[in-house]
């Protein structure tokens, strides 16, 4: 017997969204994406069937490391983007300084962004 779905999102989605909210919680956190919210964003992007955990595929980051996973806070990158801009170490193993996400970062057409909760 299979588990009753949790998030009214088609699948595989559900199952990503779950992802997504247990490994924020696991880090302590917080998360402010409803499932249709975040669901939403990664339609909007158009990019949706790219992301996967390849180089060349897409993510989701946080453009302010202190606030809530959450529709005002997060972009949607190339993966690529986001491990060059999130890496502590250089080759000498020195720390180097970590560049913020700007909304600039977004691949989502601009006039598809959602910077609210509603």
């Known amino acids: ?12 989605w559900n199952v990503f969204y779950s992802r ?3 490994q924020a919680k696991f880090r302590r956190e ?3 994406f409803t499932p249709e919210t975040w669901y939403r964003s990664w339609v909007n ?9 390849l180089p060349h595929g897409y993510c989701m980051a946080r453009i302010d490391k202190l606030e809530a996973w959450g529709p005002h806070n997060c972009v949607i990158v190339n993966r690529r983007e ?14 180097i300084r970590q560049e913020p996400f700007t909304v ?9 962004q959602i910077r609210s909760f509603k």
Do not use: I
């Not at 299979?2 to 699948?11: A, I």
């Not at 600039?104 to 598809?112: A, I, R, S």
């Open 104 to 112: 600039e970062d977004d691949v989502t057409p601009k006039h598809k």
């Open 30 to 32: 917080e998360w402010a």
């Open 1 to 12: 017997m299979p588990f009753p779905r949790k998030y009214m999102l088609p699948n595989p």
């Open 20 to 22: 997504a909210k247990s």
């Open 45 to 53: 992007s158009g990019v949706m069937q790219h992301r996967h955990r």
């Open 82 to 95: 986001q491990l060059r801009k999130t890496l502590n170490y250089g080759t000498q193993k020195r720390k």
